[in-house]
Every structure is written in C-alpha cells, then in structure tokens.
C-alpha cells in the first residue's frame, strides 16, 4: 500500500528563519533541531554560519562536514576541502569515508 512507502522531503531555510540574535524562529527549523537523526551531513560553504548552527545543535548521532578550524567542536568527521568544490565533489568524498567507516565496523563484529 501507498502507505508503507519512505517518504523523502526537505525543508528550506535562510536567513528570514532566524531571528536577529541568530535564533531559529522558522517551524521547520526548530522541527529539525528538535528531531533525532543517524547521520547529519552538511555540505555547505564555511560562511553559512546559520547551517553550521544548525549542525551544532543537532541530536544527530554522527555529523559530517568540511574541516574549518573553529568548527571543530561541532562535527564528528570533518573533510579537508576547499570551499569552491562542487557538491558532487564534496559528497563523493563524504559517501567514500562513510563506507570505510562503515565497512571497518562490520570486519569488527
């Protein structure tokens, strides 16, 4: 039934969803920060601070973006690429270190 079938959606935001002292005032956003997720990657450039808000906030078990010193705090694997690489180029890098990872967890058991 149609039911049983995953629904995928997504949210947008920017900067009207917070508020002048950088508080989510957006539903979806505080939704978001209030839900539970496995993985949170964030492919963003270093200067969208509101996404990087977002990441550190999170209840995500493991979160994922590109290596900035002063957000080293807020991500459990950080990638070490430039700003001007493409999505695609980003999240190849991010799909291929998260299958390590995972394929060292199963050799573990």
Known sequence: ???CFPKLTFEFCNGASFSWNQQPVAQNVKD???GSYDVLIDLTPSYLHHIKYLSAVSHATMKVGRYVEKYVEVYDLMLQV????SI???SGQVIHYLKMINNNDDKQE
């Open 1 to 3: 039934p149609e039911h």
């Open 32 to 34: 978001f920060i209030s």
């Open 82 to 85: 430039d700003d001007n690489n």
């Open 88 to 90: 695609e180029e980003t």
